[in-house]
T-cell receptor
Framework: DAKTTQPTSMDCAEGRAANLPCNHS???????VYWYRQIHSQGPQYIIH???NNETNEMASLIITEDRKSSTLILPHATLRDTAVYYC????????????FGGGTRLMVKP | NAGVTQTPKFQVLKTGQSMTLQCAQD?????MYWYRQDPGMGLRLIYY???????DKGEVPNGYNVSRLNKREFSLRLESAAPSQTSVYFC??????????????FGPGTRLTVL
């Protein structure tokens, strides 16, 4: 699986959009970009995934650059409950495939 | 549906003791996983089971054994616990078919301390 690079930490004001970047310059053609988050002391939670098109669901939007070497997770209206560690993971879309978690980005949403 | 459940939630062991961490899922998923998370670190895969009857090593399997008892249950055993195994252990599962089949669902974790 391709390696990812994320900032260690970010702050965001409550109610504003949180934009979390991820670099994955060695991504290959059959690898998807996944985002998970982990709220303190809880198990990770799936957020969204995509291949090359931008994706949106009820939680977030995922913007993938045209060359697929980087992506941005957008939380449109961050709340205090969005404070968590966000993990960007790149892997092949295949049932049973393991997730490789890096250090992630610690997002702190402030009032 | 309860999703993924883990028992116990907390455990303290002495060095050399053994124990089994239990995990069950009620989502009819084929694949199940065991991860550990040390303080301030990301999760690391210990073992996984892609389907009932199969198990494979992950990134950090030493000191652990697993059993895929049936489709629902996947247990993790520490035969002789060591302080280096102090960690939070997460079980996860993922299914096949449908738009989210590759999403992994995680349990609440077991916090293990080995003295």
């Amino acid at each position: 699986d391709a390696k990812t690079t994320q900032p260690t930490s970010m702050d965001c004001a409550e109610g504003r959009a949180a934009n979390l970047p991820c670099n994955h310059s060695t991504i290959s053609g059959n690898e998807y970009v996944y985002w998970y988050r982990q709220i303190h002391s809880q198990g990770p939670q799936y957020i969204i995934h995509g291949l090359k098109n931008n994706e949106t669901n009820e939680m977030a939007s995922l913007i993938i650059t045209e060359d697929r070497k980087s992506s941005t997770l957008i939380l449109p209206h961050a709340t205090l409950r969005d404070t968590a560690v966000y993990y960007c993971i790149v892997r092949v879309y295949n049932a049973g495939n393991m997730l490789t978690f890096g250090g992630g980005t610690r997002l702190m949403v402030k009032p | 549906n309860a999703g993924v459940t883990q028992t116990p939630k907390f455990q303290v062991l002495k060095t050399g003791q053994s124990m089994t961490l239990q995990c069950a899922q009620d989502m009819n998923h084929n694949s199940m996983y065991w991860y550990r998370q040390d303080p301030g670190m990301g999760l690391r895969l210990i073992y996984y089971s892609a389907s009932e009857g199969t198990t494979d090593k992950g990134e950090v399997p030493n000191g652990y054994n697993v059993s895929r008892l049936n489709k629902r249950e996947f247990s993790l055993r520490l035969e002789s616990a060591a302080p280096s195994q102090t960690s939070v252990y997460f079980c996860a599962s993922s299914g096949t078919g449908g738009p989210f089949y590759n999403e992994q669902f995680f349990g609440p974790g077991t916090r293990l301390t080995v003295l």
